[in-house]
């Protein structure tokens, strides 16, 4: 046993000698891709301006000019994913699987093509797809050895980091390691056993990236998604880790030009544009490169210059009207072939070098059991609970999809009557603030009749707008309320499908409390945020009676006045406390059917129970009689003997 001293130096001279060993200077390759129009882009009228020539040059015929950019390889508009797979990124995949880390990133401007690449569709499987299947061909094919696949999913967006595969809310931090690199520390690493498994979670990623967001256009325009997989391999019964390796597969964000004259670049790409520069473009190259200046530069450092073998596909829109963003896209991609990598193979990375305990394969399997159960929970938080009890049983996709695009209508509703909401308090603010002005100036004695028809017009007209703004703010919540009974709706319907499911209990029954959880806060918010409404109402309704003493009003009695406040507040208590009984009926509700799903359940149990005794009651019963025929037999022998004996 060494000490933990012992252990770090160990750890420095072994790190060290991987550090030592030589490194190979592979350069990024840059592979083109022109995708076609699309039917909705011919039926405007659009016309294709880009061209392949040969296999490496993309020509761009418009503005009157013809341009030339040459890469390493480049596919028109009539390639597959396959075919691209096929030639450029599975002899990437047998190089990972010799010990090298892999990046296949996808670059190019919104709506260029980047997803339908990478991700694909059934009649044209994309990248990483085809990648997963023919990884475990290939891991299956490898006789003697023993392997490990995991993969982590992380989306990076205004500089914040989101877990796809299980989207908490815990820290996440980049972190560097002298062997690992850089990696994000606090994300989740999910072991996987099959080509499908793999796919699955993929597929169960993309849907997370869209969760949530109220325009998902705009939300990948400024997100990167990074899908890595990590394979371990070793002899069998060996305690080295052997070849370690990883793939990663990007999707950048879209690179876009806006169409105005100076051509901004959107905030989602500005560090990766900056680093590609700062390596490639030959009158910046030898300066700083800025990696720490963005989260996904510093992510990617390994894949831009560092340790990795690259392949950049570039994506290209075929259309006229985006060819200034063609013409970006691809003089980046001249920069990017001009980057030099120095690679070295993951090889020999014995026990000490391995990552503090965490890196035992073994804790990597309690690990990924134990963020399967978080991460379950933590997508039904975020209000997809069918969809993860539904994607577990493999169907239903219509369902999914419609209680996500409900989640997202419902999150745009929610937008538009927060801000409405805000204009409406700024506006009765306003009115309390002029009704009181109007007060003091009508106290001061100071009345002069043009400046008191001044004052008393602005208040009328603040109150005709506060009315029409009120009137749409009730018109918004309508709809709110609305979508969230189609929704409520809907995950009675799958909660009914999922209490069809068998098995599973303990997980159901999480999901169920989370759920209820989820619930509860939002019914909270709600009976707050309508407290908060009551408020205000009664403020300016005390404000509207100060203003009608102010202007002379006289109550019949003083309690008259008095009277009049006490209504006001009435009137704006009753709809919360209507809405505190709605929540509750709506709690109970819930409450009763999952007592009833319980009481079924241990029903079906009990039955369950009756039928297994009744088993082995017969089981026992059946023991007994062969045992009672064994012995009446065995004394029924015992007598003949006995009798012959005796006649002997
Ligand atoms: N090779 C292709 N063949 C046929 N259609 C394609 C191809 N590539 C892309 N498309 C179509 O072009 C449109 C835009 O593609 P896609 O969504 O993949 O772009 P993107 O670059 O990922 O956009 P964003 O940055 O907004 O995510 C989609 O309708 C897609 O189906």
Redesign the pocket.
């Known amino acids: 046993m060494t000490d933990g001293k012992d252990h770090n130096l160990l750890l420095t001279v072994k790190a060290k000698n991987l550090l030592l060993r030589p490194s190979e200077n592979i350069k990024i390759k840059v592979v083109g ?1 022109c ?2 129009l ?1 039917p909705e882009e011919i039926a405007k009228g659009s016309k294709s301006v880009v061209n392949i020539q040969g296999k490496d040059k993309i020509i761009i015929n418009a503005a009157g000019k013809e341009q030339s950019y040459s890469l390493d390889s480049a596919f028109g ?1 009539d ?1 597959k ?1 396959a075919d691209i797979y096929e030639s450029k990124c599975d002899a990437l995949l047998h190089r990972a699987l010799e010990g090298y880390n892999i990046t296949i990133m ?1 670059f ?10 990478m991700s694909g ?1 059934e009649e ?1 499987p994309g990248i990483v797809p085809l990648l997963s299947q023919k990884l475990f061909q290939n891991l299956k094919q490898r006789t003697g050895k023993e392997y490990m696949v995991t993969a982590s999913f992380l989306e990076i967006m205004d500089e914040k980091m989101l877990d796809l595969l299980n989207p908490h809310n815990n820290p996440m931090t980049l972190r560097q390691h002298i062997i690992k690199g850089i990696f994000v520390d606090g994300l989740s690493e999910m072991v996987v056993q099959s080509a499908e498994d793999l796919a699955q979670l993929y597929d169960q990623g993309l849907h997370a990236r869209c969760i949530g967001a109220a325009d998902v ?1 705009a939300h ?2 400024r997100a990167h998604a990074i899908f890595t997989i990590t394979v371990e391999q070793k002899e069998h019964q060996s305690s080295k880790i052997g070849v370690r390796s990883t793939i990663t597969l990007v ?1 950048l ?2 690179c876009e030009i806006s169409e105005s004259a100076n051509h901004t670049v959107v905030a989602g790409n500005q560090g990766i544009l900056k680093v590609l520069s700062a390596l490639g473009d030959s009158k910046q190259k030898g300066g700083h490169v800025p990696y720490r200046e963005s989260l996904v530069t510093r992510l990617l450092q390994d894949s831009l210059g560092g340790n990795c073998i690259t392949l950049m596909l570039v ?1 290209v ?1 075929s259309r006229d009207k985006a060819y200034q963003e063609t013409h970006t896209a691809l003089q980046y991609a001249q920069y990017t072939k001009t980057i030099q990598n120095h690679v070295k193979m993951n090889l020999d990375l014995i026990k000490d070098l391995q990552l503090a305990k965490k890196q035992t394969w073994e804790e990597k399997e309690r690990l990924s059991g134990q963020y399967e159960e978080e991460r379950k929970i933590n997508l039904a938080n975020k209000g997809v609970l069918e969809w993860v009890m539904d994607s577990m049983k493999k169907g239903s996709r219509e369902l999914q999809e419609k209680i996500l695009l409900l989640q997202k209508e419902r999150d745009l509703i929610s937008e538009q009557y927060k801000a409405k909401r805000k204009d409406v308090d700024e506006l009765k603010e306003d009115l309390q603030k002029k009704i009181m002005d109007y007060t003091k100036y009508t106290e001061s004695g100071k009345k002069s009749e043009s400046e008191t028809k001044k004052l008393v017009t602005a208040i009328h007209e603040l109150k005709e707008r506060l009315k029409r703004e009120t009137e749409a703010l009730r018109k918004i919540k309508d709809n709110l309320s609305l979508v969230q009974a189609r929704q409520q709706q809907e995950r009675e319907h799958a909660r009914a499908q999922m209490t069809g499911m068998k098995g599973n209990a303990e997980l159901r029954q999480k999901v169920e409390l989370e759920e209820r959880k989820r619930m509860e806060q939002e019914h909270k918010a709600m009976i707050d945020e309508e407290m908060e409404k009551s408020k205000l109402d009664v403020e300016s309704e005390l404000a509207e009676i100060q203003m009608r003493e102010a202007d002379g009003y006289k109550y019949s009695t003083k309690e008259g006045a008095e009277l009049e406040r006490t209504l006001a507040q009435l009137r704006a208590d009753k709809p919360v406390i209507a809405m505190k009984l709605q929540t509750m009926q709506k709690e109970k509700e819930y409450v009763e059917a999952e007592l009833e799903d319980v009481y079924r359940m241990h029903n079906e149990q009990l039955e369950l129970q009756q039928l297994q005794h009744y088993q082995t009651f017969r089981r026992y019963r059946e023991m007994f009689e062969e045992q009672k025929a064994a012995i009446d037999q065995r004394y029924r022998q015992l007598l003949e003997d006995c009798i012959q004996d005796s006649n002997s």
């Open positions: 891709r995708r076609p699309t508009a390639s994913n996808a190019g401007a919104t709506g260029s093509g980047k997803s339908y690449l569709n044209d256009k990948r325009e999707e964000a879209g994506t829109s």
